[in-house]
DNA sequence: ATAAGTATGTCAAATTTGTGAAACCATACT
DNA sequence: AGTATGGTTTCACAAATTTGACATACTTAT
């Protein structure tokens, strides 16, 4: 199996550095990021971080700031490195999403300690997920989509857009939102290239293709 | 931006003031019920309550009571305060769909930052409220329209136009107005082209199209 | 009665989407 | 390296839908 990668951000070089030995060590790939603007664009550059290592207080874009933008579109958990515990600190990072915290200084031991728990809790949860509607089912760990129980052969664009689809059911989709969730952020093609896919998604779904409607002057939706 | 409204239920009146102090510090609107019919009562008079916090020990109707009357027509977030944390209790507040326990006695700085985050994520996650009035249905993010609970086909500004006339129910809009707001702010069009819209919509609408009243010289309502 | 405002049916223009073919691109195989 | 393969993107045109204007009929207010 791959080993999981982990996106440390922190603006000292000594603190990246004794984070990764450690992280490495217990076998997890990781990249490092010096500031906020940097951070985020490996995020999303990268599209498989499984966890953000974050330190608040950074030149240039702070802490906070980053854990904004990443929350506007991932779920990714992000534990965040504090200097001292300041209730106010984690009142607004509770706010923001942020999964733990971590008070400098800190054991290294503790921080891999929290890594495996949180990542155990969130692939726990997220593994064994099937997500189905009405005659489709979505295994995304097993990359696989079944059309009433039977397998149907999806190239990887086929099956995030359905995957996207799935997870939003019944909710209507402009095409800059799949564009911005399904493709990177940062796509500057054609919004078009979506209706090629939603077609041959359709034809390979045979029947159940009608459950994706289009939203005449929106984009698409899949039919609850 | 307009201030969010809390309904805060609770017996006490010495909690509720409490509770009340430090949201209005925080920049909600707070309304008050001292028991669970005056809390039903009150969600379902004003119709913009933006989340509950829900006491469980009352008089009269207790907390899950209101929850599930309040449940049976609206997913509007609801934070439970409870005696003590007692697993029974949550296992049945999960069931009625409680987003969030807070037991007593709790800190108000860690209440304001719950309502935060849910408000957060129920906002962004999708304005999947539906709004209603008198039979029509509106549901924004599915893009759909229901007549008696039957979807009606629209076109996309016909679908707009009627969420505007269920955003602004009982209100006179002038033709400016709903140029204005439905159409695009540039659009100099002629504002003859309202009226056709609103045939389409009235004879979509079937019986339901009477909801939409001319007012002479003003322009249309619909009725509440 | 008359003038001003509104309802309705029709229709051409504009916009959006469907579709198939072709171009492009990355990857694995010979 | 060259070639085959399959996925992805672009493009052009056809098909479908929406939309706003207009003409005519109708209603209301004075």
């Excluded at 984070?19 to 990249?31: A, I, M, P, Q, T």
Aim: hydrophobic share 40%; charged share 35%; proline share 2%.
């Amino acid at each position: 199996m791959d080993r999981l990668k982990i996106l440390v951000v922190d603006d000292e070089s000594r603190m990246r550095k004794l984070v990764r030995d450690f992280l490495v060590k217990n076998n997890f790939e990781v990249l490092e990021a010096e500031d906020g603007e940097q951070a985020v664009d490996i995020f999303f550059q990268k599209k498989d971080i499984a966890l953000i290592v974050l330190d608040v207080m950074m030149p240039k874009m702070d802490g906070w700031q980053v854990c904004r933008e990443i929350r506007a579109y991932s779920k990714v958990p992000i534990i965040m490195l504090t200097a001292k515990s300041d209730e106010r600190d984690e009142l607004q990072g509770f706010e923001l999403g942020v999964d733990e915290y971590i008070s400098k200084p800190f054991s290294p031991k503790i921080l891999v300690a929290r890594i495996e728990a949180i990542l155990r809790r969130t692939n726990q949860m997220e593994n064994n997920e099937i997500l189905s509607c009405g005659g489709i089912e979505v295994n995304k760990a097993a990359h696989q989509a079944l059309i009433d129980g039977e397998e149907i052969e999806l190239s990887y664009k086929e099956f995030e857009l359905l995957t996207y689809f799935v997870e939003n059911r019944g909710i209507a989709l402009s095409r800059e939102k799949i564009l911005n969730n399904v493709w990177n952020y940062d796509y500057f093609g054609d919004a078009r290239t979506i209706d090629t896919h939603v077609k041959k998604l359709r034809s390979k779904m045979g029947s159940k293709g009608d459950m994706i409607k289009t939203i005449w002057g929106v984009g698409y939706k899949l039919e609850e």
